[in-house]
């Protein structure tokens, strides 16, 4: 079993910024990649970005290339998305998920809501 907690989830202003965690503990050593994902209110959930733990290859949906930036901290088994340029369409409850290579995401964290207000 993996657990994940995210963190930095809130209201915020468009244009504004927020920074979310994800801390991964339990087994990890079988977690390849890890994503971020958001859902809407009457939406599908979606991929925003992911990263590989080891080498760092990272990927991003075309709505936030050039605003988010997702990042990790091996040590502290920790993944970040940095989220610039915020808008209204942003608003999302965000996941984060972690998969072992060659699957689907399988781990899921309890999710953190973001509101970007106009």
């Known amino acids: 079993q993996v657990q994940l907690v995210e963190s930095g989830g809130g209201l915020v202003q468009a244009g504004g910024s927020l920074r979310l965690s994800c801390a991964a503990s339990?087994?990890?050593?079988?977690?390849?990649?890890m994503g971020w994902f958001r859902q809407a209110p009457g939406k599908e959930r979606d991929i925003v970005a992911s990263i590989t733990w080891s080498a760092g290859n990272t990927d991003y949906a075309d709505s936030v290339k050039g605003r988010f930036t997702i990042s990790r901290d091996n040590a502290k088994k920790t993944v970040y998305l940095q989220m610039n340029s915020l808008t209204p369409e942003d608003t999302a409850v965000y996941y984060c998920?972690?998969?072992?290579?060659?699957?689907?995401?399988?781990?899921w964290g309890q999710g953190t809501p973001v509101t970007v207000s106009s």
């Open positions: 998920a972690t998969r072992s290579a060659g699957s689907q995401y399988n781990y």
């Open positions: 339990g087994r990890t050593f079988s977690s390849y990649a």
